[in-house]
Nanobody, 124 residues
């Protein structure tokens, strides 16, 4: 299984942009469908965006459509989440997740590997 390490979280102002990165190691990255999920205190993990292993299928939560973009560079074993026009309600801990599958996954329980999470805060 791959090991995942997120980076890029931090504090931004409403309207700003932020890019999260997730570097994978220890496995064949191109075999994994990837996702970005978020979790707040006392809440369940919720998928924000997900991408199939070859990038041909993408999912976005309704709350981020048109503002967030997921992408992957299989040559760099990295998946990204570009976030624009950020809102205070986007604040959470964001996790990168992977599952050895061809199609996208939305349910958090279907992912096999997780990063440690990176916090995102948005001030109004």
């Amino acid at each position: 299984q791959v090991q995942l390490v997120e980076s890029g979280g931090g504090l931004v102002q409403a309207g700003d942009s932020l890019r999260l990165s997730c570097a994978a190691s220890g496995g064949t990255f191109s075999s994994y469908a990837m996702g970005w999920l978020r979790q707040g205190p006392g809440k369940e993990q919720m998928a924000v965006a997900a991408m199939s292993r070859n990038g041909d299928r993408i999912y976005y939560a309704d709350s981020v459509k048109g503002r967030f973009t997921i992408s992957r560079e299989n040559s760099k074993n990295t998946v990204y989440l570009q976030m624009h026009s950020m809102k205070p309600e986007d604040a959470d801990v964001y996790y990168c997740a992977a599952v050895m599958a061809s199609s996208i996954r939305v349910l958090s329980t279907t992912y096999e590997c997780w990063g440690q999470g990176t916090p995102v805060s948005v001030s109004s």
